[in-house]
């Protein structure tokens, strides 16, 4: 399992990032998703901790915290769903069936 961190700040860096949680326990993986198109940081990222308890230390020590004049918003990551090729939801083509 990972821990989403929201509302970073766009000037966060995998090593800042992981410097923060590393307080907490050890960090496996940080990963910063950036835009496909502009190559800008997208204001949010991932954390792997070595343990479901240091995760749960992270998420009710940074959860709300202010950190680069951001307060943060941490919590468990949620699966990532299927949102098919176009992003949108596709049900048996319901639009031509509609008109």
Do not use: C, H
């Amino acid at each position: 399992m990972s821990v989403y961190v929201g509302n970073l700040s766009y000037e966060v860096t995998e090593e800042s990032l992981s410097a923060v949680f590393a307080e907490y326990g050890s960090v496996k993986r940080v990963q910063l998703p950036t835009d496909r198109e502009t190559g800008r940081m997208r204001g949010f990222g991932f954390i792997e901790m070595g343990t479901d308890a240091e995760e749960t230390a992270a998420i009710e020590a940074l959860d709300g915290a202010e950190w680069m004049g951001r307060d943060l918003k941490v919590n468990k990551a949620k699966p990532r769903e299927d949102r098919g090729s176009f992003g949108g939801e596709r049900r048996n083509n319901n639009f031509r069936n509609r008109y």
